[in-house]
């Protein structure tokens, strides 16, 4: 009788592998690709000899996986360290744990979880301390290095973190139409050779009016391509952008506006296209000194990072970007409807432009998620909330609708006069 093939395959087998206890201490120092924010390593080596050497080995290994595999970005491999590994670290040793990785249990994280909420530090902060720290965790257990345990962590022990965040809010009109000026007189004077700031400066304004256009998230229009500027297939009058997400690793598309002025024209162009050619004829002259690294970016400039050192051409990061955006607050006085100075970061920009977009399309969300690239839950949740202006009309309809005449015929007469 002929056998039947099975073609079922035979369960996993689990293999620890063992965190090596010593080696080069060099290979501690870990090397990080190109990311926005300013590291360039993460060292360990100051965490051996202080009794969780298996841990320091360990981390440095996991942490050396998730950037050779790409799974996560530079920044975030950063972040796990940071604000996850490091603390986990300091409770090992200041609480004098000395728990072996295979030795992990679930009592050592909840004695974790209650160092992390015993500091004195935002409730958020406290989540992403565990957060992190879980992540580079989880990915040891799933190496063997962590004994596989299906309580080892439990769930949600920082309940209503997310409620507890006050994340940006859009701006006015009137904000808008202020910080809309600003930015205009700034390029006028840039433009007429009159600006007193500095190339930074100069960079950071026409990257908010990109901004202001577009709504495109921090990082992607910070690392936006010399060779962003695309045709639009079908828009003679539009021009498409191109920026990668690293999160996403995926393109985004973004319409820019084209505007084309006769020469002759004394008109300075605002659109958004104009505007980005601007920033890429500002850098062009800087592109022979700098970093290969940085040649193929928008927005370099000149600056001198030490003192007595000489100047060097440099790419924009979210730091100088925050420096900036005081400076061009603080040259122009820009404050809120309540007088107070105003609060600008990219955030702000992009949640302006999809109330500007949700209130244009009539409430649509659908239609205004699609234009921003994310989906409706995202765009609901995270994006369109209510603004003061909201709450102003809202009262205004309440205290004016008792006052409204109501005929006979209308649903709700009989109501009135009941």
């Keep these: 009788m002929k056998v039947k093939k099975t073609f079922n395959a035979p369960a996993p087998i689990k293999v620890a592998i063992a965190a090596p206890a010593s080696g080069d201490a060099a290979n501690l120092v870990i ?28 981390c440095a290994k996991q942490l050396r996986t998730f950037l050779t595999n790409e799974s996560v970005t530079a920044s975030t491999v950063i972040a796990y360290w940071n604000a996850g590994m490091r603390y986990f670290f300091e409770f090992l040793v200041s609480t004098g744990t000395g728990v072996e990785p295979q030795n992990l249990r679930p009592s050592h994280i909840r004695l974790y979880i209650d160092w992390i909420k015993d500091r004195d530090q935002a409730y958020s902060s406290k989540k ?15 190496r063997g290095i962590v004994r596989d345990q299906e309580d080892l962590f439990p769930p949600n022990p920082f309940p209503g973190s997310n409620s507890r965040i006050k994340g940006a ?13 600003a930015l205009r007189d700034d390029i006028v004077a840039i433009h007429n050779e009159q600006f007193k700031g500095t190339g930074r400066d100069a960079m950071v304004v026409y990257l908010l009016a990109v901004a202001i256009r577009t709504g495109a998230n921090l990082t992607p229009l910070l690392e936006a391509a010399r060779d962003c500027l695309r045709p ?8 498409l952008q191109e920026l990668f997400k690293r999160r996403g690793n995926a393109t ?3 319409n820019l506006r084209y505007s084309r002025v006769h020469e002759g024209s004394q008109a300075i162009p605002m659109d958004g296209v104009a505007l980005m050619r601007k920033a890429l004829q500002l850098s062009e002259s800087l592109l022979g000194e700098a970093r290969p690294d940085c040649r193929g970016r928008v927005w370099l400039y000149r600056a001198r990072k030490n003192l007595g050192s000489a100047d060097e051409v440099v790419v924009l990061t979210p730091s100088a970007l925050g420096s900036s955006i005081a400076n061009l607050i603080e040259r122009h006085d820009l404050r ?3 007088g107070v100075r105003l609060v600008l970061n990219l955030s702000r920009l992009r949640k302006t432009l999809e109330h500007r977009l949700w209130s244009l399309s009539g409430g649509d969300l659908i239609a205004t998620a699609a234009l921003m690239g994310h ?15 909201m709450r102003e ?9 008792p006052d409204i005449p109501l005929r006979r015929g209308d649903p709700g007469w009989c109501r009135r006069t009941a």
């Design 31 to 58: 090397t990080l690709p190109e990311n926005p924010a300013t590291n360039r390593t993460i060292n360990l080596i100051p965490w051996l000899g202080r009794g969780i050497d298996t841990w320091v080995w360990a």
């Design 128 to 142: 992403s301390y565990y957060g992190y720290a879980k992540s580079v965790l989880t990915a040891l257990v799933q």
């Design 169 to 181: 809010t859009p701006l006015s009109p009137t904000e808008r139409q202020r910080l809309a000026q």
């Design 232 to 239: 639009h297939p079908f828009m003679p009058n539009m021009m």
């Design 252 to 254: 985004k598309l973004v």
């Design 336 to 338: 809120d409807d309540d």
């Design 375 to 389: 989906t409706p839950k995202v765009a609901d949740t995270h994006y369109l909330a209510y603004t003061r202006q």
């Design 393 to 401: 009309n809202a009262t205004f309809v309440g205290e004016a609708l």
